[in-house]
C-alpha cells in the first residue's frame, strides 16, 4: 500500500537534483492527486496501489487529451510539454496489454458469462472492466466487447 506514492515521492527528489522541470512538474502534479484522494472525506488517509493506479491513468489521459487540443489550436509548443510530460507519467503504469492479449482476455470473459449477443455488452463489459483494470484503457476494452460480441450474434 502507497507504494506508488512513496515512489513518486522519491523520484520527486532525483528530478530536483537532475534538475529536470518536466519531469518534476509532472511528479508534483501526481503527488498532489495522491495527496487530495489520501485526504478525501471518507477516506482513511491510505491510498490504495490500484486507485492510485487508476488516478495515474487519469492523469495520462488528461495529458494526451490536452496535447491534442493544442495541436488543434496550433500551439505545437504547449502540445510537446504535455507529450513529455505524459511520458514521465506513463512510467508509473503497470506494462500495457497488447491487442491480441485484450482479445483473448475479452473472449475469455464472454465464455465465462454465457453472453451471446450484443445485449449482454454491459454484462460483459463489467467483469472485463475489473479484470483488466490498470493493464489497458476502457476505450479497447470497450471495442474488443463490441467487436467480439457483434461476431457472435
Known sequence: MNELF????????????????????????????????KTAKGGDGNLA?????????????????????????????????????????????????????????VAEVIVQLGAAGPQDMGKVMGVASKQLAGKTEGRLISEKVKFLLSKIS
Open 6 to 37: 512513496d515512489k513518486v515521492s522519491g523520484d520527486i527528489k532525483t528530478a530536483m537534483l537532475a534538475r529536470d522541470k518536466v519531469a518534476l512538474e509532472a511528479l508534483r502534479g501526481m503527488k498532489k492527486e495522491f495527496l487530495e484522494a
Open 49 to 105: 496501489d490500484d486507485v492510485a493506479v487508476k488516478l495515474v491513468q487519469k492523469m495520462l489521459k488528461q495529458r494526451k487529451e490536452s496535447a491534442q487540443i493544442y495541436n488543434e489550436q496550433n500551439r505545437p509548443d504547449l502540445a510537446q510539454n504535455e507529450l513529455a510530460e505524459a511520458a514521465v507519467i506513463e512510467k508509473y503504469l503497470p506494462a500495457q496489454m497488447t491487442d491480441e492479449e485484450i482479445e483473448l482476455a
